[in-house]
């Protein structure tokens, strides 16, 4: 009886492992529709979910939500002990002012109270005094990261005068410290001096502590500098593509911040599996990202400001969308028959508006092994703006952006033209939860309609979203990630940019 049971089961096995049929895909392609589209952004941007700040009750009862679809849909849980949700760690500190201050020694003798002189902005201050000696940078951001052993363990001074990020001017690199010259206007440095001192929320414990950021008024700054011999171009024309680093090793920089500090709190990721077809490439992973949260309100201490009576953040292109995008997926995914070759991990996470710290905690304790993850496909803003383009962030790092162009040119009924980053300057490749997994060596692909008047604003409504145009882009996501998860073999960086991206060098 064994053997013809044996023989059976191996001449259904090519059955199994066979290419979806056309009416397969059409079947689970048509499931994307606009309709479906506005009415998730409608529940995920409502009113009553308070713009999503991350900790809330708010974003606790958009986590459940998107679990049920997750459980609804036959996903497997990939959260922590048998859920959907894996929670990270939060701690809540308020920084007391009269006992914090950045002082200069040395060759130069300057001292910086907190609230008069600087203001602190983010980071993993340690308690007490700390101490490093001081690296001037200015000018701006190349693609090309800064040698790490030149700003590790240094405070950085940056005058960032030229435009970039701060992200892509620190890389790979530790510093010790920031200390961001700025002009900001009197009623918002006030603003910030008087928020320093109300609890603010950040990681109770990151795998690598970030640099304590402090906003230091630019006369002050300059004032310093006059000892050192160094000058400092403050035009906004300095856009040239060149940073200057500059040591000063006759000067070194104490600071220190006194904390209050409460625990006990967290915040939600929310993971489904859909687990490939092949015995073989089952072990390995497609993500689907885009982040659930969002400012919250003027209280939450992300930046939300009120607009007249309105004093909600709704979030609803930034990232309702982009979280509709992935709940989309899903579900078009789970009615393939067979389903893909490997398996796909759909993932929404929070924090992101506060630092990517969802996909940052995930990318540190992944629920899957990241050597087995060969994309990640991100989706943060894509319900507004063009008609008929989608701006694909990261296309030139990986063959990825050749698969995408193949994908969207055998799709032209999807009316959808997938375009490179018109925006390099911007340094939004640094910017979404992507960035995380691309830096622990995962290609990424990031679909993005670019901002807008409304963004981070309480006007970035549901009313505003063009859930016809979102659906496309959701249907092109579809066959591109059934693209990847076919594939015989995994997407491969382009070496240059693995080099740079991955292990940080130039």
Known sequence: MAAPLRLTCLSLLPGLLAAQSPASVRQAVSSITAADVIRRIGILADDSM???????????????????????????????NGSYQQRYPLTSVAIVPESSYVRLTGDVRAEWKLGRDASYYRGQARAGESSAEMVVVSGTPTDRPVDPTKLNGKVLLYLGFGGGTLQQV????????????????????????????????????????SPPIFFIRLDRVLAALSGTGITVDTSAGTRNGSLRIRPVPGVLVHFALRQLVSTGLSAPNVIGILEGSDPRLKREYVFFTGHMDHLGTPGSGEGCAARGTDSICNGADDDASGTTAVIEAAEAFVRLSPRSKRSLVFMTVSG????????????????????????????????????????????????????????????????????????????????????????KGVPILFFFNGTHPDYHQVSDEVAKIDAEKEARIIQLVFYLGLEIANAAKRPQWNPDSFRRIVQGQN
């Open 50 to 80: 308070l713009g999503r700040a991350t900790p809330s009750p708010q974003l606790d009862k958009v986590a459940a939500y998107i679990a049920g679809e997750f459980q609804r849909f036959g996903l497997k849980p990939g959260g922590d």
């Open 170 to 209: 620190i890389g790979k690199a530790q510093p010790a410290a920031i200390l961001f010259a700025t002009t900001l206007p009197e009623e918002e440095w006030q603003e910030r001096t008087a928020r320093q001192s109300r609890p603010a929320i950040q990681l109770a414990a990151p795998e690598a502590a």
């Open 352 to 439: 992101e508006e506060r630092g990517l710290w969802g996909s940052s905690y995930y990318a540190n304790h992944p629920t899957v092994p990241l050597a087995n993850v060969v994309a990640d496909l991100n989706t943060d803003m894509v319900g507004r703006n063009w008609k008929d383009t989608i701006a694909v962030i990261g296309k030139e790092h990986s063959d990825l952006g050749a698969t995408l162009n193949r994908v969207g040119a055998a799709h032209p009924e999807l009316h959808m033209q997938p375009i490179d980053d018109i925006w390099p300057q911007e340094g939004f490749y640094f910017r979404s939860d992507h960035y995380n997994f691309a830096r």
